[in-house]
């Protein structure tokens, strides 16, 4: 059974981090492009950010460029977000995703878990 489980999401001030978790399961992770995507009520969900298969080269949209991370450990099968420098603007549902190269179809998502920013 094929499973991506987000945890280390929650409430936190504006200025602070967090870790976001994604484990995967049930498919070959090293194989897999991995991404963040973020959705908040009203908005569309975009792409957050994304790395290759070894983590060679990685991708991140302008809103959060030199302030998230995203790194994975294909033998953990995990891949992380980083997030430092939090916005109000950075409240969302934050999901994971996974996509078989040369497809740039996401084959799988997680469920997502909840990032608030606020004071």
């Known amino acids: 059974q094929v499973q991506l489980v987000e945890s280390g999401g929650g409430l936190v001030q504006p200025g602070g981090s967090l870790r976001l978790s994604c484990e995967a399961s049930?498919?070959?992770?090293?194989?897999?492009?991995m991404g963040w995507y973020r959705q908040a009520p009203g908005k569309e969900r975009e792409l957050v950010a994304s790395?290759?298969?070894?983590?060679?080269?990685?991708n991140y949209a302008d809103s959060v460029k030199g302030r998230f991370t995203i790194s994975r450990d294909n033998d953990k099968n995990t891949v992380y977000l980083h997030m430092n420098s939090l916005k109000p603007e950075d409240t969302a549902v934050y999901l994971c995703?996974?996509?078989?190269?040369?497809?740039?179809?996401?084959?799988?998502w997680g469920q997502g878990t909840q990032v608030t920013v606020s004071s």
């Open positions: 995703a996974a996509k078989l190269p040369p497809s740039r179809v996401n084959r799988y």
């Open positions: 049930g498919f070959n992770f090293r194989y897999y492009v």
């Open positions: 790395i290759t298969t070894t983590g060679g080269t990685t």
